[in-house]
């Protein structure tokens, strides 16, 4: 069929000529999709304001040669104006589906769409740190992708845990015996929090130290632009995360 329709979320968009605009979308059952909006750039238009980052919508698109075509637009969450005035919000938000463009087609299913719906509305809601639920977000995204990180057993031999090395190209935590010289070290506390962040389990996430945050944080970020081969530019307005400490005499 040449019209479908579709519940989107809108991951970003390109000017296009004069009154047009490029959206890019993450679907719940046709992937991402790269269509073109006409008009919307005008006070007169529609549904411009349905279409803007964050925002989620049912929208009826024909299938063009190369970009489909945007021909209607319901609302069906505002999130964008609860999150664009809050700076943590907008910047955790922006990684988030940041990283959702980066999966390729294989990888956007509609348990990818259901997590970016379920992140962009809990930041819109502010029930937890921003950072929380972008990190918590991260740790799923890749779990759906295939890269669940190893948390509890060694990621590269299986042996049980707790180990206290974590490296993001072994896939996780991994015990002393196959932990690289200069691994990170994980307390208890930070692992604790990681497992915590991949479950939602967010009565532990929201009472975790301040150093276990960042400690977390900066493993996470690390690992998932490993595995997503390229860094996730929005992540460098994040708040930062204190360095994670090197283990000694790991090898």
Request: net charge negative.
């Amino acid at each position: 069929m040449p019209t479908y329709r579709d519940e989107v979320v809108v991951l970003r968009t390109h000017k296009l000529g004069e009154a047009d605009r490029i959206v890019t979308l993450l679907s719940r059952r046709h992937g991402k999709i790269r269509a073109v909006a006409k008009g919307v750039r005008r006070t007169s238009s529609r549904f411009g304001a349905r279409l803007e980052p964050f925002m989620v919508a049912d929208v009826q698109l024909y299938q063009g040669r190369n970009l489909d075509i945007v021909q209607q637009a319901e609302s069906l969450g505002s999130y964008g104006a609860e999150i664009a005035v809050h700076y943590d919000r907008f910047t955790a938000a922006n990684a988030m589906v940041e990283t959702a463009d980066r999966l390729n087609e294989a990888e956007a299913t509609p348990q990818q769409y259901l997590l970016l719906l379920g992140g962009l509305r809990a930041l819109a809601l502010g029930d937890h740190s921003s950072r929380g639920i972008l990190d918590s977000y991260l740790l799923r995204a890749m779990a759906l992708s295939g890269w669940a990180p190893g948390l509890d057993e060694c990621a590269r031999c299986g042996a049980p845990g707790p180990h206290q090395a974590f490296v993001a190209q072994l896939g996780g935590t991994v015990c002393g015996d196959c932990a690289p010289v200069g691994s990170v070290r994980v307390d208890a506390d930070t692992s604790s929090l990681l497992r915590a962040l991949m479950a939602g389990e967010w009565d532990v996430v929201d009472d975790a130290p301040a150093g276990s945050i960042g400690a977390a944080s900066g493993l996470i970020a690390a690992y998932a632009q490993w595995h997503l081969e390229r860094g996730i530019r929005s992540l460098e307005h994040v708040s930062a995360a204190p360095e994670p400490q090197r283990a000694e005499g790991t090898r």
